[in-house]
């Protein structure tokens, strides 16, 4: 670890904390890329994101007062499909090319940029046809880059379950997938001294500057940060999209 590197990764973790302190995501979204982009092997950068994320969200969860693990009795199938095929998707991520992993987390950046900027709904009026296909889907993108959450997070955002119940059930679901992910990582040996030593560099400062983020979203008006945000969202996810089909090329 050179120190020209660690206070990159510092600061790259410093931003993704504040904006899933400030919206509620996001460490997956700018870190993963970030990393792969500053050299780390995608084995090293996935147990590391997910690993740090999965401290901020117990952080966000207990500030919040929203885990409550009944809040998943609804979405059971969800569930199940997406810790089996978290394994699945973790024996993938062993063996895929690493430009392959920077297209799939470009591609889902993008996604996620043009559903928040550009407000795009559809109504889902029974939501449980698509628990089957969705949960592996999730299940897969949670083993291969830690975004297991976003299409259960699609699905769920236009179906007519109500916006407490929503929050509730979405949070508690990102938890489980961070918790399945992080035993994948120790069953398939992906932990070692690197990966813990830049865990210890920014798990605490990620922490403190997420909460700062939840104490700003309260109290400060966010349309501006959002706008901003969306737009270094679709640049990074655009660049992480080219990155990945340059090498493929």
């Not at 998707?89 to 690493?98: E, P, V, Y």
Request: hydrophobic share 55%; net charge positive; with cysteine.
């Amino acid at each position: 670890m050179t120190l020209e590197l660690a206070l990159l990764v510092t600061v790259v973790f410093i931003f993704s904390a504040l904006i899933k302190g400030w919206s509620g995501f996001g460490t997956n979204l700018l870190a993963m890329p970030m990393l792969l982009i500053l050299g780390f092997l995608k084995t090293e950068a996935v147990p590391i994101v997910i690993t740090v994320n999965i401290f901020l969200n117990i952080a966000i969860l207990i500030e919040n007062k929203k885990f409550k693990l009944s809040s998943l009795n609804n979405i059971m199938v969800l569930v199940v499909l997406g810790v089996v095929f978290t394994f699945v998707g973790q024996i993938f991520l062993k063996n895929s090319n690493a430009d392959i992993i920077k297209i799939i987390l470009g591609f889902f950046i993008i996604l996620t940029v043009l559903n928040k900027g550009l407000k795009l709904k559809f109504t889902v009026t029974n939501k449980e046809r698509y628990y089957i296909p969705i949960g592996i889907i999730s299940g897969l993108l949670n083993g291969i880059a830690g975004l297991g959450g976003l299409p259960v997070l699609l699905l769920l955002s236009n179906s007519n379950m109500k916006k407490d119940e929503f929050r509730t059930t979405l949070v508690s679901y990102f938890l489980v997938m961070n918790i399945v992910a992080v035993i994948g990582f120790i069953i398939n040996g992906l932990y070692n001294s690197l990966v813990f030593s830049y865990i210890g560099l920014v798990v605490v400062v990620s922490l403190a500057v997420c909460m700062f983020g939840v104490y700003l979203s309260r109290r400060v008006d966010d349309k501006w940060f959002q706008r901003v945000m969306l737009l270094i969202l679709f640049a990074l996810g655009a660049y992480t999209m080219y990155t990945g089909i340059a090498g493929l090329v």
